[in-house]
């Protein structure tokens, strides 16, 4: 929720006294309690303590330089004084402060305080550097800032000496900087245009290659920047305050009560009696498999969401309230003190020295332990849009239903084969997978089971199953005319709602969905997101991961997984690993072996440096590196491509050259946007109708439709398929970012050898999206600070394709009714990037968040976790092609950027020349890292 604040002008200094103190205790697993202070609020504008820093922060006064500052000349800093602390002597420094914005010049009046211990005896301490909270008008975003300590330049640099030899550069328009591997500095440039242009020499392993140029100046721009046509702005959502008294909520809980006892005895209806449960192998419960398994954790916590939304259904019958009155004026109140407190999710305490991520995400942050955390609520930035303001699929803003998904499927987007496929200029099929890699990190929704765990059935063999149907069925009908579906009789697909998700403050409302995963981008598709999960890929051996064979990912060994379409007589097994969609295709598989393999490459290497470390500190260290790995691969190759040079920094997610990142902001709420989820990250575009083996003489030998080979991993299982799968994903391109879709995800997705047809993915995608009450395209563009559209026609030079608004207009009734996935996904994209304006307004604000509200980002600096800056330094040199070369089969050549096709400034070069990360830097003397 956004804090709105009155700014002051910038040489205004703002002086708190009086500061009132309550104490917070955070009990962790060492029994450590610390005192948190709150403040009141003054001039309307809120300073805050991180909970992990100590309570006696020292005074410090910003004194900024306006020459220095024009390019932001209106920050403002909240000075703290602390009446508590005796004895105080004060010195005064200059220094540097390090923030997203890059580096500036400040005065630091910085107090050495004295300390009266419990036992009377004085003690002086140092003072730690605070953390104050600064706010930036443009945008209202709230970012912690931390001042460097005295002497951390000299220090920066003698690490960096130790790291390698510095090749000093000067690019053509006169940034300083140090001669690095393109795969290092990519993030910098975002275009291999631009690389070719600021070339330079630098050593490698050894060897002289050719590098690029990379600026210190975490500001610096290649080329002239453009405007960004949006800014985001997040609205205070609409309140409506309703009373309601205790006898009125006792009386709704017991009506409540009594429907789920009536649910339940409609679904054994359904499901006992009449056996609406899905038939294991067919595309449905294909579908049904790809949120994983029944597990009872989640059972429980759908059972939890599902009776606070009967809560919220028996008030606004009682009140006889509105949509909007329940929408607006529910959601506030909590069930706490109620019978039901006893379902209210509740983390564990948490231990602000702990050193590593927990695998649930619980206490990533310490004020707010759920936030991120596996099976906590998706984020939203707009209220839902639901029919009836809780729950209901939302209708036309002309009161008629809205067009079926699989008619917006056929009429509106269209249908690619081998013949008409068109192919990206810029991107091969890595990086779509890559892409799906990181999804499968962040996001997945639990699926609604019948209470027994079985999957729910929609549609008998043609039709719809009637009036008579489970109340999470949603199916989407298919016309009687349509262009494929009509061959084979069939109107309708299954499709079953995801799974209602309690809220995180017990609170009731409108309904929720849970992610099922960690917000963070932390590995959990390789180490799993739950600590039973987590035990299952794990050795207990060196730190080392489960394998079996020639070091490939474990076989599912109790060969039960109802997502595996191997036909048992073969005897070949799907595989097991963190993430329960691993089996869905060759690239992901290919991804999560390279990284298994990466895991226990640095394990085994981490224990001959440091042989007096057991298995868990070897395994939470080579986790913690490989989670690095991941977040700088993603940041330096895969978003400067997905969104530009310019909207990296529009959106404040450029890496920093060098030194420690102090952008961590406490209050930003990392959990997966609702809006990004279940639209705004679906980039199914992109995916080829093919995945190719390639050998090393650069021949395309064998190629395997999609369609076949879902949830078949058995085709790779071969010596050297693995490499040739990896040339395959290197060589040839993805599809282009339009709105033609491979037929192999529209109409056969998850069909088996003896299946004609399958589902729609993109209806699916359309449905899913109206399940999860996601705003429209318009209501979207609104608060990205984008201009509506008040017609169709309007719209006609905003999209890819100028005539796709007709297909729109014939479609939807109103323009207003346009689902955000469609229309995001028609729009023309800015430049630079992958995306239109809308979606790169989300996708931007959720890599934010990920960047800055997540205490463990690898880049954070003076905390507990940190790495050194010598390690850090280190992991700055990792890239997807080192990750492949390191851990391929047999792999010795490859192009410096993997995610984009070889090409004149992409050339293909030996493994000896890509950057490898010096593990030496994690020697330690400690029993932990």
Not at 34 to 62: E, Q
Not at 471 to 482: K, Q
Not at 565 to 575: A, D, K, L, V, Y
Not at 823 to 849: A, H, K, M, Y
């Amino acid at each position: 929720m956004m804090s709105f604040v009155i700014f002051f002008p910038f040489f205004m200094i703002i002086f708190v006294s009086n500061i009132a103190y309550a104490d917070y205790y955070y009990t962790g697993y060492g029994g450590i309690v610390r005192s948190v202070p709150t403040y009141h609020r003054i001039h309307n504008v809120s300073p805050y303590i991180n909970p992990y820093i100590d309570a006696g922060a020292p005074k410090i006064t910003y004194r900024y330089d306006p020459k220095r500052d024009v390019r932001y000349p209106k920050y403002r800093t909240v000075l703290i004084d602390d009446p508590r602390r005796p004895r105080i002597e004060t010195l005064q420094k200059e220094t540097y402060i390090r923030s997203p914005f890059g580096s500036r010049k400040v005065i630091i009046n910085e107090e050495k305080r004295i300390i009266q211990s419990d036992s009377n005896q004085l003690e002086q301490q140092q003072a730690q550097s605070h953390q104050s909270k600064q706010f930036f008008p443009k945008t209202r975003r709230k970012f912690n800032h931390l001042e460097n300590q005295e002497g951390e330049e000299e220090n920066f640099s003698a690490d960096r000496s130790i790291d390698r030899q510095q090749i000093r550069c000067q690019t053509r328009n006169g940034y300083s900087g140090i001669c690095l591997s393109k795969g290092e500095c990519y993030y910098m440039y975002g275009d291999l245009n631009y690389l070719d242009r600021e070339q330079c020499r630098t050593n490698v392993n050894g060897r002289q290659i050719v590098g690029v140029c990379c600026p210190n100046d975490p500001d610096f721009t290649p080329n002239k920047r453009f405007d960004i046509p949006y800014a985001l702005t997040i609205p205070r959502w609409p309140r409506i305050n309703l009373r309601i008294d205790s006898n009125q909520l006792n009386q709704a809980l017991k009506q409540a009560d009594l429907d789920v006892v009536r649910f339940f005895a409609l679904e054994e209806l359904f499901v006992g009696q009449m056996g609406q449960i899905q038939v294991a192998f067919t595309p449905a419960s294909f579908l049904q498999q790809m949120f994983g398994p029944a597990d009872q954790n989640q059972q429980l916590s759908n059972l939890w969401g599902f009776r606070t939304l009967q809560v919220t259904r028996a008030l606004g019958r009682q009140l006889d309230l509105s949509p909007l009155e329940m929408r607006d004026g529910l959601s506030r109140h909590s069930l706490k003190g109620t019978p039901y407190d006893q379902y209210c999710i509740r983390s564990r305490p948490c231990d602000p020295e702990y050193r590593y991520r927990t695998i649930d995400g619980n206490c990533n942050n310490l004020v707010h332990p759920l936030w991120g955390k596996s099976l906590s609520q998706f984020n939203r930035l707009l209220p839902p849009e639901y029919s009836d303001g809780i729950s209901e699929l939302r209708i036309s803003v002309t009161g008629v239903p809205l067009p079926t998904p699989r008619h917006l499927s056929v009429n509106v987007l269209r249908t690619s084969n081998s013949n008409n496929a068109r192919f990206a200029d810029r991107w091969n099929v890595l990086f779509m997978q890559w892409g799906q890699f990181i999804d499968h990190d962040i996001t997945l929704g639990s699926s609604t089971r019948a209470s027994n765990g079985a999957g729910l059935l929609c549609c008998n063999r043609t039709n719809a199953l009637g009036p008579l149907i489970h109340p999470a069925c949603r199916p989407i009908y298919i016309e009687s005319n349509d262009p494929f579906y009509s061959r084979f009789n069939r109107r309708c697909n299954n499709f079953v709602r995801n799974a209602i998700g309690p809220k995180n403050n017990c609170e009731i409302g409108y309904r929720e969905q849970s992610n099922v995963i960690t917000a963070f981008i932390d590995g959990s598709m390789i180490y799993g997101n739950t600590y039973n999960r987590s035990r299952l890929v794990r050795s207990f051996r060196n730190g080392q991961l489960k394998t079996q064979g020639r070091n490939w990912l474990p076989f599912d060994t109790m060969n039960n997984s109802l997502a595996c379409s191997i036909p048992q007589s073969t005897g070949n097994r799907c595989i097991f690993s963190g993430d329960v969609r691993v089996n869905q295709q060759f690239g992901l598989i290919a991804l999560q072996l390279l990284f298994l393999r990466e895991h226990n490459r640095l394990a085994r290497i981490l224990k001959e440096l440091n042989p007096h470390w057991d298995d868990e500190t070897l395994f939470q260290e080579a986790r913690k590196i490989v989670g690095a790995q991941i977040q700088h691969i993603t940041y330096n190759e895969f978003l400067p491509e997905a969104l530009g040079r310019n909207v990296i920094r529009h959106h404040r997610i450029s890496l920093k050259p060098n030194g420690y990142e102090f952008g961590y902001n406490y209050e930003l709420n990392p959990s997966i946007l609702n809006e990004f989820a279940a639209a705004a990250f679906r980039w199914h575009t992109l995916v080829q109708k093919y995945y190719r083996l390639r050998n090393d003489r650069n021949q395309d030998y064998r190629e395997y439709e999609m369609h076949k080979i879902f949830n078949n991993p058995s085709h790779i299982y071969g010596n050297g398929a693995l490499d040739d799968l990896i040339r395959g994903v290197l060589f040839h391109k993805s599809e282009r970012f339009d709105s033609i879709f491979t037929e192999d995800i529209k109409n056969l997705l998850f069909a088996q050898q003896n299946q004609r047809f399958g589902l729609d993915l993109m209806a699916i995608n359309i449905q899913r999206g109206r399940d999860h009450g996601i705003p429209t395209y318009n209501q979207i563009r609104f608060i990205c600070g984008l201009k509506p559209f008040n017609s169709f026609r309007e719209m006609r030079n905003s999209l890819q394709d100028r005539n796709d608004w007709q297909h729109l207009e014939r479609t939807y009734s109103h323009v207003n009714d346009i689902d955000f996935w469609i229309g995001g996904t028609l729009e023309r994209p800015l430049n630079e990037g992958l995306l239109g304006p809308t979606f790169s307004c989300i996708v931007g604000e959720q890599f934010r968040r990920l960047k800055y509200g997540d205490r463990f980002w690898y880049e954070n600096g003076r905390m507990s976790h940190s790495f050194s800056e010598r390690q850090l330094s280190e992991i700055r040199r990792a890239t997807l092609a080192r990750i492949i070369c390191n851990n391929g089969d047999n792999f010795h050549r490859i192009q410096p950027l993997a995610m984009l096709p070889i090409s004149e400034q992409n050339q293909e070069t030996d493994c000896s020349s890509i950057p490898q990360i010096d593990l030496t830097a994690w020697i330690s003397n400690t029993r932990s890292g």
